[in-house]
């Protein structure tokens, strides 16, 4: 189990120090997503090398660049913590991190992939250092997923009607945490 605690400080008011337990949990990649993401790394790796001596030095620098900033935000933007306290659930990325108040959550369950009905992907990832961003399904409309592997999922739906799905590694812990928490509000 990959479970830590740290200790922040919070300072409410002068003088005052207030400590904040934050429960740590990963999401990790499957076997099918980092075979995904190097699979894709390396057809599109090829394109430069395939390019040279067929594209000017200025071009294929500029090509080279292009795909680098491409496979960088998607790494950037990709999940891979999340992370408890008293109130809320951020989930970590580098870039972007996303933050859930537990007095915004209206409902949590365990959900399989297949039953989430997705049908394309209209904004992010679909395997390349896991999925994540805005994908559509007929039965349940828009979701977001943030989720590094297919397995072990669990869909947050808020009071807004958001439906947010996650993927912690160690799920059972990490869902108990949260209905504890949420059952505090």
Known sequence: MHLSFRKNIIFAKKNTIRYNTMETYTCKLNTLSKTIT???LCAVAAIPIFSMGKL???????????IAALFGMAYLLRPYQYLLDHEKLVI?????????????IAQIEPVDYKDLG?????????????????????????????IGNKEALMMITTHQGQKIVLSPTEIQEFSK???QKLQKR
Not at 56 to 66: E, F
Not at 92 to 104: A, E, R
């Open 38 to 40: 190097i699979a894709t």
């Open 56 to 66: 000017p030095p200025k071009q294929l620098l500029l090509l080279i660049l292009l």
């Open 92 to 104: 970590h990325k580098q870039l972007l991190p996303k933050t859930i108040l537990f007095k915004d």
């Open 118 to 146: 997705i049908k394309f992907r209209m904004w992010g990832s679909g395997g390349l250092w896991g999925w994540y961003g805005i994908f559509y399904s007929f039965e349940k409309g828009k979701i977001i997923l943030q």
């Open 177 to 179: 945490s949260l209905k």
